[in-house]
Every structure is written in C-alpha cells, then in structure tokens.
C-alpha cells in the first residue's frame, strides 16, 4: 500500500501527438465499451474533435521488471481503438505520466469511478442542454438519455445552421430516445 504525500506532485512528465497504431492496451483495463458508449464518442470526436489527450504511462522504474519501459495506455482505450478504426496514422493527442506498478493499478482502478461519482445540478443541466445541438445521432441519444434520467423535458432543436427544418420535410433520421427527426448534417 502507497503512503498518503504530503504534497500533491505533479505525475505528468511530457506530451506528444503520435498515431493511433503507435498506443499499448494496458492488460489491466478493467472497461468495456458497449456501442451506444462507442458511437457518442465517436460522434464527439467527429463533430468537436479531440479534447482530451490519451494517458499513457512510461513504465520507467525498475518495479516493473520485464515490463519496464514498455509505454502503456492508463487512460483512453476507447479514443484509441476508434482512432484505429479511423486508419493507423490517424493522430492522437498523448499525456505522458511515470508511475510504478502500485500507482498505475490504482489510476486504472480508480480514474473513472472517481468521475462518476459526480452529481447532477439539475437546473444547470437543463440550461446547459438548450445550448447544445448536434447532428450526431449517437450524442442526440446519449444527451436524452443524460436529460431522461435527471428528470428535465429535453426536446432537441435543430443546429442553427440547419438551412431549413419544419415537420413537412422528409427525414433520414430518427433518435430512438426522444424522437427527434433530420436529415443530413449542417452545412
């Protein structure tokens, strides 16, 4: 077991941009991505793109025996994998950290339940929510969802730059959730 620091230090050590086919899986990644996780981040990326670096650590220290050295993903499996998808040169934004054995399983075991034990304000939710529009049909979905379960009424708007919308024209697609109906994708 690790002891408590007295100082926060700072474990980055360096940042990169690097292709996707350049990234280890870590063998102790507990996470699974199921498809509607998948196409929300693949819709984020396509319509935002990246915002966040992949955390991957340097395995430096001697602790790590025959694994010593071999640079790891701590943090972003799930961006990797879709980077891939995308073709082996896609880029890919890179934090690097340097943690022994101990450290790392403790990251892996802890970076997301961390986050998901945040609260949900509801009243900012749901101001955040009528500035937000996408026409990703994965993020449409996950957002109805995020709105469903925080009790708001979450009717999505079509994007300001729609060039025309209205109920008589004919749509391609269909949110599963919460029904909103467009065709194609902005101009």
């Known amino acids: 077991?690790?002891?408590?620091?007295?100082?926060?230090?700072?474990?980055?050590?360096?940042?990169?941009?690097?292709?996707?086919?350049?990234?280890?899986?870590?063998?102790?990644?507990?996470?699974?991505?199921?498809?509607?996780?998948?196409?929300?981040?693949?819709?984020?990326?396509?319509e935002v793109g990246?915002?966040?670096?992949?955390?991957?650590?340097?395995?430096?220290?001697?602790?790590?025996?025959?694994?010593?050295?071999?640079?790891?993903?701590?943090?972003?499996?799930?961006?990797?994998?879709?980077?891939?998808?995308?073709?082996d040169d896609t880029?890919?934004?890179?934090?690097?950290?340097?943690?022994?054995?101990?450290?790392?399983?403790?990251?892996l075991a802890t970076l997301d339940p961390i986050a998901e034990m945040a609260a949900t304000d509801r009243d900012k939710l749901e101001e955040l929510l009528r500035?937000?529009?996408?026409g990703e049909a994965a993020l449409q979905e996950m957002l109805a969802e995020l709105a469903e379960k925080a009790g708001i009424d979450y009717t999505a708007e079509p994007p300001e730059d729609f060039s025309e919308y209205g109920e008589d024209i004919d749509t391609e697609y269909k949110c599963p959730k919460c029904n909103y109906e467009w065709s194609g994708k902005p101009k």
Do not use: C
């Open 50 to 87: 990246w915002v966040q670096r992949v955390l991957v650590n340097k395995r430096t220290s001697p602790e790590w025996g025959a694994d010593q050295g071999i640079e790891t993903l701590v943090d972003g499996h799930l961006r990797i994998t879709l980077a891939l998808r995308k073709g």
């Open 1 to 46: 077991m690790g002891a408590a620091l007295t100082e926060w230090q700072i474990r980055t050590i360096g940042e990169d941009i690097l292709p996707a086919s350049d990234f280890l899986a870590n063998e102790r990644n507990w996470r699974i991505h199921p498809k509607p996780q998948q196409g929300a981040t693949e819709g984020s990326l396509s």
């Open 131 to 134: 500035d937000v529009n996408t």
């Open 91 to 107: 880029p890919v934004p890179v934090e690097f950290v340097d943690l022994t054995p101990h450290e790392e399983a403790l990251i």
